[in-house]
């Protein structure tokens, strides 16, 4: 069980300078986006620095959802500034990329796909300490501030990856409510359905004592262990949290109380799957926002490029996933279901799945504005092979989903369902 070290509070942005003074480090690569970089948090940051005589420098070309060539990007700038510790200020993006700028800035001779996770990648452990990173949340979604994991886009093979290891967790995650004040209520709400979705895949994920291959060296054991007693506290908590406070988040940007608690929930579901692992919503994901055939773009983000959102990709697929794991522990998605409210006392044995599946479809409708299904994404019958196929590489989190066969053609068929069953809701 590992999670990075967390400061949550309002205004405990400005103790970032003191920081990174107590811990030594005097020449600080700052990571953002041209966004961010506008905004209150960046500005309290600059203040924090300065006045503890820091120096540092800014990278602002952070693509959000990034891409292989934007990380690449952001690599070369850190090597060529060489920092001796990383601040990363903005939402999940930010995070991932100072993640990965901070591995290839400690490891300069080595390959871009050398950590990449297989099959995509070579999944190389990584056998050092990495430089100091505090990482600055402005969204309430990602939990990347507690995790070892960053994600982005590879191109060449249509599909997204990452990075997992327990190394790349930032040394410190600062989670001060005010930075997520100005999130615009569409980004509130896909990334408090990324909060939901890390919940309750770690919450129904297989348990840790189910996961196998034991590796050869406990170097080479992955983050995501399954479903365990300390994940749970932390899951199932995220859970009620995100239910609850959510759809005022989403409702009303100056519900002060509601998006410090949606912090709160990101922050500990970071830790919950962190740790647990996710499974089918993500895995699924990844293909969904990277090939967007009908270059779907989301309302009230500000990006002029098609997106559709991490959380919306995750969310989309939600009910027909939990509909087809809940036979594998009826007890834990019928919690799931009280969560929403469901009165569970006269559920018939078999019906539990049907049961979330409901509660998350009309969840997510009384949410607002978010796409029915895969439909109203822009996908059609015709796109589900290769949605399939983008989606069996993600090994990492796959062996994680209760039900799925081992057997790659039956695995193949079954992705191709939930597919189908995923079209509309």
């Known amino acids: 069980m590992a999670a990075s070290s967390i400061r949550f509070g309002p205004g405990c942005t400005k103790e970032v300078g003191m920081d990174f003074k107590n811990m030594g480090s005097n020449r600080v690569c700052v990571v953002t986006d041209q966004n961010v970089a506008k905004l209150d948090a960046m500005k309290q940051v600059e203040q924090a620095l300065g006045s503890e005589g820091v120096e540092y420098t800014v990278y602002q070309r952070t693509m959000v959802e990034p891409k292989d060539y934007s990380i690449r990007e952001a690599i070369d700038f850190s090597k060529a500034y060489a920092p001796d510790a990383f601040?990363?200020?903005?939402?999940?993006?930010?995070?991932?990329?100072?993640?990965?700028?901070?591995?290839?800035?400690?490891?300069?001779?080595?390959?871009?796909?050398?950590?990449?996770?297989?099959?995509?990648?070579?999944?190389?452990?990584?056998?050092?300490?990495?430089?100091?990173?505090?990482?600055?949340?402005?969204?309430?979604?990602?939990?990347?501030?507690?995790?070892?994991?960053?994600?982005?886009?590879?191109?060449?093979?249509?599909?997204?990856?990452?990075?997992?290891?327990?190394?790349?967790?930032?040394?410190?995650g600062i989670c001060d409510p005010y930075n997520t004040r100005t999130m615009p209520s569409a980004v509130h709400a896909s990334s408090g359905l990324d909060v939901l979705c890390h919940a309750l895949e770690s919450w129904t994920a297989i348990p840790y004592q189910q996961r196998v291959p034991r590796p050869p060296n406990p170097i080479n054991r992955p983050a995501y262990q399954g479903a365990n007693p300390i994940s749970d506290i932390f899951s199932l908590q995220a859970l009620k949290q995100t239910i609850k406070y959510?759809?005022?988040?989403?409702?009303?940007?100056?519900?002060?109380?509601?998006?410090?608690?949606?912090?709160?929930?990101?922050?500990?579901?970071?830790?919950?799957?962190?740790?647990?692992?996710?499974?089918?919503?993500?895995?699924?994901?990844?293909?969904?926002?990277s090939q967007n055939p009908a270059k779907y773009k989301h309302y009230g983000y500000q990006s002029s490029d098609p997106i559709i959102p991490h959380g919306v990709s995750v969310a989309v697929t939600a009910p027909a996933v939990f509909k087809f794991t809940a036979p594998s522990n009826p007890e834990r998605h019928l919690v799931a279901a009280e969560a929403f409210g469901v009165d569970t006392t006269s559920v018939k044995r078999g019906s539990e799945g049907e049961v979330l599946a409901e509660a998350l479809a009309r969840f997510l409708s009384e949410l607002g504005d978010q796409p029915r299904g895969l439909k109203g994404l822009g996908f059609q019958g015709k796109d589900v092979e290769e949605l399939v196929e983008g989606t069996i590489p993600q090994k990492r989190v796959l062996m994680l989903a209760p039900g799925l066969s081992l057997d790659v053609e039956r695995e193949r068929e079954q992705l191709g369902d939930l597919f189908e069953d995923a079209m509309d809701y």
Do not use: W
């Open 87 to 172: 601040l990363a200020v903005g939402g999940g993006s930010v995070i991932d990329t100072a993640k990965l700028m901070n591995l290839y800035t400690n490891y300069p001779s080595a390959s871009f796909l050398d950590f990449v996770n297989a099959p995509l990648g070579l999944g190389k452990p990584i056998d050092k300490k990495l430089s100091p990173l505090i990482a600055v949340p402005t969204t309430a979604g990602t939990g990347s501030e507690t995790t070892g994991t960053a994600i982005f886009d590879l191109v060449s093979k249509k599909a997204k990856t990452g990075i997992a290891h327990r190394a790349l967790k930032p040394t410190l």
């Open 246 to 289: 959510l759809p005022r988040a989403a409702k009303d940007p100056d519900d002060f109380e509601a998006q410090s608690e949606m912090l709160l929930a990101a922050t500990l579901a970071g830790v919950g799957f962190g740790n647990a692992g996710v499974h089918l919503c993500h895995g699924m994901s990844y293909p969904i926002s």
